[in-house]
């Protein structure tokens, strides 16, 4: 069974850090591009963040280059995100996606930046 | 960065068609954009119906079928049923970055 499980979310002050991670199980994780997507809430999707198989290339929307990073361990079937400087518009649930055509999701961890 | 429009609600009734569109700022549509289409009902993570303009995963109801429709992506709902009412959203690829549309509220009624 196909399972990504993200953790990591929770309350963090504004101007602070937090580090996603999403365990994946199921399918074969170094054979595809991963994702990182949120939904600030009563939202839509906004598509955040991509990494190639490898983590050789990576994509960034506008409102996260240079606060947020994506990566991957590859050896741990886990994709990470690091995101610094938080803001209260960075409050959302934050998803983990991939796999063969973006098939695969999470089911979201709900980061809070507030004071 | 582009901007992804979709209609923000659409109602169909049951066992009616409809087409949701999803269009980009930049220009037409085109396969290039390697359109994606999902669903998310309320409380739910999203679900991958359509890739790449009008491919479907295994899941994918019959009823729904992806395609570009007059330089937009289109999907269309044929014979609607009352689990289909969702939120739905296409998302494009701008050589790199992706982009979502801002959703399409479906309501079955």
């Known amino acids: 069974e196909v399972q990504l499980v993200e953790s990591g979310g929770g309350l963090v002050q504004p101007g602070g850090s937090l580090r996603l991670s999403c365990a994946a199980s199921?399918?074969?994780?170094?054979?595809?591009?991963m994702s990182w997507v949120r939904q600030a809430p009563g939202k839509g999707l906004e598509w955040l963040a991509n990494?190639?198989?490898?983590?050789?290339?990576?994509f960034y929307v506008d409102s996260v280059k240079g606060r947020f990073t994506i990566s991957r361990d590859n050896a741990k079937n886990s994709l990470f995100l690091q995101m610094n400087s938080l803001r209260a518009e960075d409050t959302a649930v934050y998803y983990c996606?991939?796999?063969?055509?973006?098939?695969?999701w999470g089911q979201g961890t709900l980061v809070t930046v507030s004071s | 960065q582009a901007v992804v429009t979709q209609e923000p609600s659409l109602t169909v009734s049951p066992g009616g068609t409809v087409t949701l569109t999803c269009a980009s700022s930049?220009?037409?549509?085109?396969?290039?954009?390697?359109p994606y289409w999902f669903q998310q009902k309320p409380g739910q993570a999203p679900r991958t119906l359509i890739y790449h303009t009008s491919n479907k995963h295994s899941w994918t109801p019959a009823r729904f079928s992806g395609s570009l429709l007059g330089g937009k992506a289109a999907l269309t709902l044929s014979g609607a049923q009352p689990e289909d009412e969702a939120e739905y959203y296409c998302l494009l690829s701008y050589s790199g970055p992706w982009v979502f549309g801002g959703g399409t509220k479906l309501t079955v009624l």
């Open positions: 996606a991939g796999g063969n055509y973006r098939a695969y």
């Open positions: 199921g399918f074969t994780f170094n054979d595809y591009w």
């Open positions: 930049t220009g037409a549509v085109t396969s290039g954009h390697y």
């Open positions: 990494i190639k198989e490898d983590g050789s290339q990576k």
